[in-house]
């Protein structure tokens, strides 16, 4: 199984991003997984930004994204998106995406990773 992220870049504050992360690789279940987005700012830990589940649609937020980023999933495509609105420039990090098999904020639970796309938030 393999994640690919990317979409990041660098905008000005008050700008929009959507990232994407495909998947590929052996087949599984999607029905069964959690997809995560987390992000990690330099000097500080890596941390949940935004969950789903492949199959329901059922999804999570951490409270300094709410409002104002949305993740979807298109399952014909294997692709998970995060829609970043309002983006401001303590969003700067590098976002990651993830898979777990149940919808948790705790980074170790997830099992494979894409390698990371920069955001940067600039003031």
């Known amino acids: 199984v393999q994640l690919q992220a990317s979409g990041g870049g660098l905008v000005q504050a008050g700008g929009s991003l959507r990232l994407s992360c495909a998947v590929s690789?052996?087949?599984?279940?999607?029905?069964?997984?959690?997809m995560g987005w987390f992000r990690q700012a330099p000097g500080k830990e890596r941390e949940f930004v935004a969950g789903i589940k492949w199959d329901s649609g059922i999804t999570s937020y951490a409270d300094p994204v709410k409002g104002r980023f949305t993740i979807s999933r298109d399952n014909a495509k294997n692709t998970v998106y995060l829609q970043m609105n309002s983006l401001k420039p303590e969003d700067t990090a590098v976002y990651y995406c993830?898979?777990?098999?149940?919808?948790?904020?705790?980074?170790?639970?997830?099992?494979?990773w894409g390698q990371g796309t920069q955001v940067t938030v600039s003031s």
């Open positions: 690789g052996r087949t599984f279940s999607f029905s069964r997984y959690y």
């Open positions: 993830a898979r777990d098999s149940k919808l948790s904020s705790d980074p170790s639970t997830y099992d494979y």
